[in-house]
């Protein structure tokens, strides 16, 4: 275990191709730890009245990564498209190997979309570990497994994810999805409406149950500046 820690620590270049600098021959850092600026996460906490259990009361709250390290719960991020979500999940992934905030487990990342019949396939891709000892950690160890682009009207993939989940309750994940970003006309009430549907959704989807969601605010000067985050 402590040596998948530190080939996971050691091949942490790997998340540096997310950035559009990566590639280029420009100034521009190249790795997320000089890139990355910690975003505005503000939480949209669920809870159920005791009187009425289909009755739920929304709580806002604002939360660092330090705090989702250190925790046990599950999050999904929800942001606009190309608002630093995935170099988000790089960031974490990168922490926790480091044991961040105390953090004792194991990450791996995987794209949603590349979800077939077996999670167990996916992760053991990101980890290029031998193959029967992943599965026997995902199994025994503590894993945090980032999901990057949870689409939630796939319910193909979100049931082979729910029923992996369900089966492995040593696994705590971390996930991000697309919202829609606001055009400031007649429309944004609709487009308020669909962001609402979606949390909404997530919170049920298949039975898998998001204790936290999370929006993510990205500050710069240009669409460009913003994009490289």
Known sequence: IVSLVMDIRDNADRTNEHLLSYKTNSCAPKSVNQIFVEPLLSTRVLTE?????????????????FD??????????????????????????????????????????????????????????YWQYDYKKACSILNTEKVLLLIDNIDFSD?????????????HTN?????????????????DVYREEYNKMLMDKA??????????????YVNKKSVEEARTY
Request: hydrophobic share 35%; aromatic share 6%; charged share 25%.
């Open 171 to 187: 696994i705590r994940y971390v996930g991000t999805s697309l919202t829609v970003r606001g055009q400031d006309d007649n429309l």
């Open 155 to 167: 319910n193909k993939r979100l049931e082979i994810l729910n029923n992996f989940l369900t089966n």
């Open 68 to 125: 989702i390290l250190s925790s046990n719960e599950n999050y999904i991020l929800f942001g606009i498209k190309e608002s630093g979500k995935t170099i988000l999940l790089d960031k974490l992934m990168i922490d926790a190997s480091l044991h961040v905030g105390g953090c004792t487990y194991i990450p791996a990342i995987i794209n949603f979309k590349d979800i077939h019949k077996n999670i167990e396939t996916v992760v053991n891709t």
């Open 203 to 216: 919170l049920g989807s298949n039975s898998i149950i998001q204790e936290k969601f999370l929006t993510i």
């Open 49 to 65: 009245t005791e009187s009425d259990s289909s009755n739920k009361e929304t709580e806002i709250e604002f939360i660092r990564l």
